[in-house]
């Protein structure tokens, strides 16, 4: 370590706000970043997937989380109960399954910024953006668009445009999808206000992401609902990407719902159990909606009643009786987040993918273009870039990372996302990609 760098780490020691001059492009600096992190104990409760020998550099938490080590003895705890006391674990296990969802409603709660009512553990995304819609999305003849953006993720237009025909109108008319017309594809909040300045008396619902799959902008949820609920559209929010990763503050932020995955930074295994938002000012509201006898209120469900009486909250809004083997890698995974707490994580976050942009923006700046907005504020984890030579090379250069133990993921055309995920993700491992992105370049030079 030269002596400009440890003159650094000394002074780092007071506190003072960190500031982009103090990344500095050297290992021994971001080991001892790594170090000095308040969170670092936290990556010896994952498993790191292996390359060869050594710590593969997993920069894919944006698309499945790493296992955290306590789940599988989660889920053979749940195999144990079952065989111990068969029925009756619905009661004597030791997290009992009839009221197992409720184990994982304050964290989750927590997580996005709700109240504990608000939020429900339940299907997958796709399922609760549907049920969702079948409640707010309540077309008129006179106003019955849905506006999303023009590079929404593929499902949630599947989901919007069968939502539209199954009303009985028009996808092709009805569905405003807004282009991001700033450089990198994203979308600025002037176009928003434009979008729903045009066309708001027709549209019945606003369907946006918390953070863009994409392109990684992180959208100002209080501000987008503002301009929704001022021409009276309904407004809920994707938060696939947003989830464990930025700050939703959703019960301030207004919106009427929301869902989220729990694979992705919620590190909650594949195809993990999702969650789902109801803003306390609809708890009591008779809304349509497709029911099921577990949304039906507790204290009479097991009368087996044929009058659906639904539980107020966010509850109401579930069909089937939970599955425990999904629920219980989520309890493990929302645990560690508890104990992290995610204004501290957030934290990190910012530092760890400001450590990576910094490294893309002064030492491969010939290699790779960022596309995610600078600011802070306007992104989480997640960097998307794209390399400047054109498609072929990006594949090229995905291909020799992956086989250098580097793992970012690759979206086409031409799209590499890299997300440091602050529970398990170090200074090392942005300072490893920068090291492997100059190798690939010296290599094809
Ligand atoms: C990951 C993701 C999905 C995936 O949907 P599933 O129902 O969980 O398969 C949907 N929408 C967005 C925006 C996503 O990022």
């Not at 944006?62 to 009661?91: F, I, K, M, Y």
């Not at 409720?102 to 299907?123: C, H, K, Q, T, Y």
């Not at 491969?364 to 054109?390: C, K, M, W």
Request: glycine content about 8%.
């Amino acid at each position: 370590m030269d002596v400009h760098v440890r003159r650094r780490l000394r002074s780092d020691r007071k506190i003072r706000p960190f500031t982009v001059n103090d990344y500095v492009f050297d290992s021994n600096w971001a080991r001892a970043q790594d170090g000095a992190d308040p969170l670092r104990k936290f990556r010896g409760e994952f498993l790191i997937p292996p390359h060869g020998d050594v710590e593969q550099t997993y920069l894919c938490g944006n698309s499945l989380g790493l296992q955290p080590r306590a789940t599988r003895q989660a889920l053979l705890d749940e195999l144990d109960d079952w065989a111990r006391l068969g029925v009756e674990g619905h009661v004597h296990g030791r997290h009992p399954w009839l009221p197992y969802h409720r184990e994982v409603r304050d964290a989750l709660a927590e997580i996005v910024g709700a109240e504990p009512s608000e939020v429900v553990a339940m299907n997958s995304l796709t399922v609760n953006l549907h049920l969702m819609m079948v409640s707010f999305y309540r077309p008129t003849r006179e106003r019955h668009a849905i506006l999303i953006e023009r590079n929404a993720f593929p499902s949630d237009r599947h989901a919007v445009a069968s939502q539209i025909a199954f009303h009985g109108y028009d996808p092709d008319e009805a569905l405003i999808e807004l282009d991001g017309e700033e450089s990198g594809g994203t979308v600025s909040m002037a176009a928003i206000e434009r979008a729903l300045h045009q066309h708001g008396s027709r549209i019945a619902l606003v369907l946006w992401p918390g953070v863009q799959y994409l392109t990684g902008q992180a959208f100002d949820l209080a501000a987008i609902t503002k301009l929704a609920h001022a021409q009276r559209c309904t407004i809920g929010f994707d938060l696939a990407h947003a989830a464990g990763n930025i700050i939703t503050n959703l019960h301030d932020s207004g919106c009427d719902f929301a869902a989220w995955c729990s694979y992705k930074y919620l590190n909650s295994g594949p195809g993990a159990v999702a969650g789902c938002f109801v803003h306390e000012r609809h708890a009591r509201e008779n809304l349509p909606r497709f029911a099921g006898w577990w949304g039906h209120r507790e204290d009479t469900r097991f009368q087996m009643r044929p009058g659906f009486d639904p539980t107020p909250g966010a509850d109401g809004w579930q069909l089937s009786n939970p599955p425990i083997f999904a629920l219980a890698p989520l309890r493990v995974s929302l645990e560690i987040f508890q104990r992290a707490g995610m204004q501290r994580l957030h934290q990190k976050s910012k530092k760890l993918t400001g450590y990576l942009d910094w490294l893309i923006r002064t030492q491969l700046n010939d290699v790779l273009e960022i596309l995610t907005p600078a600011e802070p504020e306007r992104r989480g984890a997640q960097l998307s870039v794209r390399v400047r030579h054109g498609r072929e090379a990006g594949r090229s250069l995905f291909e020799y990372l992956v086989a250098h133990g580097v793992l970012g993921d690759w979206r086409e055309p031409d799209v590499m996302r890299l997300s440091p995920a602050p529970l398990y993700n170090r200074f090392q491992d942005c300072f490893a990609l920068a090291e492997a992105v100059q190798a690939w370049r010296n290599a094809s030079a």
